[in-house]
């Protein structure tokens, strides 16, 4: 075990000699939430709506009026009759353009059915799908009113309609950010653990002071669990800022249990580390460490973990390839800690996985090390 510390000791004091590393180390992940957190956003409100009202009627100003005070929608153009529509989605100007028809009053008062149209830019198709399920949604809520209003005034009464009260829960703005940022968290963690690993340990190949450590009499063991423990360390403090962050600055509050959340991250973090000392068994440089920590840990945390893709829609062989990626289980966790307030108790199978995952890497490592020392 002194061997062991001692190992631990000098990874720490060779960090607080050089701290920019150390500031890198604890200040990165803090800013990688920042740029992230206010970057990523799903968010779709206040969309550039141009109307071109051919009646300008009563009715059609309570159907304009219905998208823009929804706050989903901000009027920025009045194209009149004839005027080339495609010209405000070419430049820019509008996002979508509400058509009303001449005749659309007219047609309302007689019973008939009156005509809209909603012409969207689907460049960004994403987006133009979001601003369509609002726009069918305020259409529908106007149907009903105008409905409602017609019957009224024939002395025919209310129509009988199924009162829809959706109630959303862990998320009741549907607020993207909450769903997130715990992503980042687990996006961060990986690339931030991975990568000080795997470089410290380089570092020392290309120093040359990793032979007096082979040298030395250490175990693999005690080696891994020395170069690893001060990261260790390191990472739950980063940890611990960044959740500080995301709650002064996004509203991101822990609903469930902190102890349940700590020992996931440091299961989550353990197996991190122990593939950052897998990756320096294989790079003899620092840029070739830092290459192949960043593809084969930030592109799968990124894209293949469930942060902003969802598993279900990828092709088969990627959903396969997915259970591999330890930032799948740990996001599980992590949301239903965080948003939903559960503990470990739902999670048995993620917090398999992710062992299975830490001890996988480790004895990998190990073997590894122990083959260069023989």
Do not use: C
């Amino acid at each position: 075990m002194r061997k062991t510390w001692a190992v631990a000791l000098k990874e720490i004091r060779q960090a607080m000699r050089d701290p920019l590393s150390l500031t890198m180390l604890l200040g990165v992940p803090t800013f990688m939430l920042l740029l992230y957190g206010y970057a990523l956003n799903f968010d779709v409100r206040h969309v550039a709506l141009a109307v071109q009202d051919l009646d300008r009627s009563a009715a059609s100003r309570r159907l304009v009026a219905s998208f823009v005070n929804s706050t989903y929608f901000d009027q920025t153009a009045t194209p009149a009759a004839g005027e080339d529509l495609e010209r405000y989605l070419q430049s820019g100007l509008a996002k979508a353009i509400l058509v009303i028809p001449a005749d659309f009053s007219a047609e309302v008062a007689r019973g008939d059915r009156a005509q809209v149209q909603l012409i969207l830019d689907g460049s960004d198709a994403n987006t133009a799908t979001t601003v369509l399920g609002y726009a069918s949604a305020l259409v529908a809520d106007a149907n009903v009113t105008m409905l409602e209003s017609s019957l009224r005034a024939a002395n025919l009464g209310a129509p009988p309609v199924i009162d829809y009260q959706p109630r959303v829960w862990y998320n009741p703005e549907l607020r993207s950010t909450h769903f997130l940022v715990p992503g980042l968290i687990g996006f961060i963690l990986m690339l931030t653990a991975v990568l000080s690993t795997a470089l410290s340990v380089v570092r020392e190949k290309e120093r040359g002071t990793m032979e007096q450590l082979r040298v030395a009499p250490l175990r693999p063991a005690q080696l891994i669990v020395g170069k690893s423990l001060p990261f260790l360390i390191i990472s739950l403090m980063a940890t611990v800022m960044i959740l500080v962050a995301a709650r002064l600055l996004f509203g991101v509050v822990i609903m469930g249990p902190h102890l349940h959340l700590f020992f996931a991250t440091l299961l989550y973090l353990i197996g991190a580390l122990g593939f950052g000392l897998l990756i320096s068994t294989l790079a003899n440089t620092q840029a070739w460490a830092f290459q192949v920590g960043i593809t084969t840990s930030m592109l799968p945390a990124l894209l293949l973990s469930g942060f902003i893709f969802p598993i279900a829609g990828m092709p088969r062989v990627l959903q396969w390839i997915t259970y591999a990626v330890p930032a799948r289980y740990y996001l599980v966790v992590l949301r239903g800690i965080i948003l939903k307030g559960a503990g470990l108790a739902p999670f048995g199978t993620q917090m398999m996985f992710l062992g299975i995952y830490a001890i996988i890497v480790l004895t990998i490592a190990s073997v590894r090390l122990s083959r260069r020392e023989a």
